[in-house]
Structures are given as structure tokens and as C-alpha cells.
């Protein structure tokens, strides 16, 4: 009698594991007996071994006074069932008994790893842009739905694992993410601005829109964790009355409006056109500019040059030297000299400044200024020299510190020696 009862019963200990490939929830029993056929199957004994793989969740319900009681392991896990090495035992109170008398609780495995994918097809449903609401065009939606049960007691809290079908959960999400998908499929032409007829074309962007709302209230309402949602297909009745003649309107509106940025691209282009036609014509002018302002210092220049010639006309500025009526007076003359060098220095160098200019199309700094002194040589002015030449003369005998120069901005002719900038040029005297 007392083998029999143990044969009913299960046996003194069982291996509680799950072998099936393919399952969201699975509920053990022991496996020389089908599910249901014992009254006590959810008798757990001493010594039993509990098996649990990776990416597997063992849930053990039992009943106390304060309600129904979950205690989980998560796989992998592979050990007797005892007290010293069993976590739950120590919320099992007063159902565990060491020997042979077991205690009550069923065991439910949670696949945790699986992927289920749920494929979905929205049969046409009428769509309607705002800016056209008198056209209501049929639209139809395919895709497919992943999900895993990564928080599995959100998922518990959601379902009870007795009653639980896989088919079911399958339809009520399908339900479910049937009425997300219509509604906003129904506000992308409003929302996006996206034209009715082109819906299909926007597949991307109404996927990506879809998969943000789905994720959130799929946590909320079953407790499963979306892990991807593909949308295969838009599809837009096109053979419907109401396709037809909203693409007729919006086809003529189109018209019109590539018609209206034709206009708006050649009205850009004209714009263009003057603005580099005034820049080029600012561009001639400031060179033109240049070239006057060169030719009015050329004028200035031999202008200046001729009056300078004229300053000894009728006897002007003349000194007779011994009677012969012939007039030399130096410092005009060196004055005619030093002006008319001066000129002709600005002519050049404004020449040179309005070439460089014209060539690189940017603005040459003048020349650095160099100091020139004319030295009398027996009563006739010779040079200017700059000061090395001053040096190499001084070395040769043509030139010491008494000889007589003259360079732009002195009044008289003076003594070498009393110009600081010469002063360098003389050896030390001793």
C-alpha cells in the first residue's frame, strides 16, 4: 500500500527541469505521468533536484495565510532540494518537513531568453488628410512584433501563470498593437505633414514613430518588453475612388507649386546675376580710380617740374658771378633739384603701388624712405647719395666732414660734420 502511494504521489524524488524547445510559460509535472492525470503532482519532496538553464526563471506558487506566495530562481541553477541550500525554504513555513513529507507548490518555468514573434496584418482602414478631409482613403499595414519577457515579475503581476496561454497573450497584443498602429498611421498626414498619397513612402519615419508608442504601453498593459517591430508594408488603395481624386487635386497643387519655386529659383538667380555684375563693376571703378588718382600725381609732377624750370626766368633768384652775367644761384637751384626728385619719387612709387595694386588685387606699402644728401663739389651740387655711398666716398677721398651738403628739408647748405645722421659715418676723433 505504501509503494502504491508513493508511485501516486510521484515518487520520493523528481527531476524539476524544463525540456521544452519552444515556450513562453511552462508548468512542470512529473514526467512519467501527464499533466493533470495526478491529484498531488505539485507535491514537492525532499531530495527532489531542481534544474533551472540560463536564460530560464523557476517560479514556485504556494499557498498561505496571508495569500498566494512567488518565490523565484533564476537559472542556471542545478542542486538538491534542501533546506540548507534552498533560498525559498525559509519562506515556506511550517509546509516543509524533513523525510519523506513534501510540500505543497507548483512550478512554473518562464523562459526569459526566448524572442516571440508575433506577425500582424491590419486589414484597410480609412485614412484621411486633414488638409483633404473629404477624400477617405483605404490603407492596409504588415509587419512583425518581438518581444521577450525580461521583467518577469512585471509580467506576473499581469497574468496568472495557472490560467496562462500563449495564444491568448498573442492575441490580445495583436489586438492590442492593431488600434496603436491605426491611430497613429491616421495622424502622420496631420502630424508629419506628410501628403496622403506619398504615405508609403514614409514608411521609416511612421515605423520609428509606431515602435516608441507600441514599447511603452506593452510594458504597461502585459508585461512584455518590446524588442523590435517591423513595418513591412504601407499599403494605399490606389485603385479607390477617393485615391484617385485626391491625387488628381494633389497632383494640380504640386503643379502649382514646383511652378511657384521655378519662379522663386529664377528670381534668385536675377538677384545673383546684379549683385556680381555691381560687384564687378565696383571691382573696374576702384581700379579706375587708381589709375586717375596715378595720372592726376603724374600732372601734379610735371607741372611742378615745368614751374620749377621757369624760377630762373627774368633774372630770378640769380647771383652774377664776376660780371659775365652768367646767374647761378645754388639754393634754388639745389631746391629745383630736391622738389623735382621728390616728384618724381611720389610718381614712382605711386606707379608701382597702382601696378601691384592691379595685380594681386590687394594694396603694396609703400617704400621704406631712404636718407639722401647732395655734397657741392666745386661749386656744383652732385648726387644724392645715401649714406654707404657717403661711406665709400669718405674712404676715397671725394667726401669728409667738412664738405658742404644739402638733403630735403634744410634751408642752407651745411657742414657734414654738424649732421647727426652723418655723424656715424666719420671715424672717431682722436
Known sequence: MGIFNKLKTGGMADVIRCDESNYLVWKWHPTKYEQGALKRETAIRTNSILRVKTGEVAVFVYKQKNGTMHDYIVGPYDEKIRTKNFPILS?????WYEGDTPFQAEVYFINIAEAIQIRFGIPYFDVIDSRFPDFQVPVAVRGTLTFKLEDYKAFLKYHQLINFSLDDLKNKISAALTRYIKEIVTNAPSEHNIPLIALESKIDLINEKVEIYVKDRLI??????????????????????????????????????IETDLLNYQEELRIRREETQYAQRMSTRQTNIGAYQTQVGGEVGVAGAEALGRMGEKGAGNIDLGGQGAGFNPVTIMAGMAVGSAVGKNISETLDQSLNQNRTGQVVP????????????????TGPYDLNTLKNMLTTGDFDSGSLVWKEGMSEWQKAGMQNELSGIFPPKI
Open 91 to 95: 519562506s515556506i513555513i511550517g509546509l
Open 220 to 257: 504597461d498593459l502585459f508585461g512584455v518588453s518590446v524588442t523590435g517591430l517591423d513595418l513591412s508594408a504601407i499599403e494605399v488603395d490606389k485603385e479607390s475612388e477617393a485615391y484617385v481624386e485626391l491625387k488628381r487635386v494633389t497632383k494640380d497643387i504640386t503643379a502649382s507649386k
Open 366 to 381: 609703400p617704400i621704406i624712405p631712404v636718407t639722401k644728401y647732395y655734397v657741392a663739389k666745386e661749386g656744383k651740387p
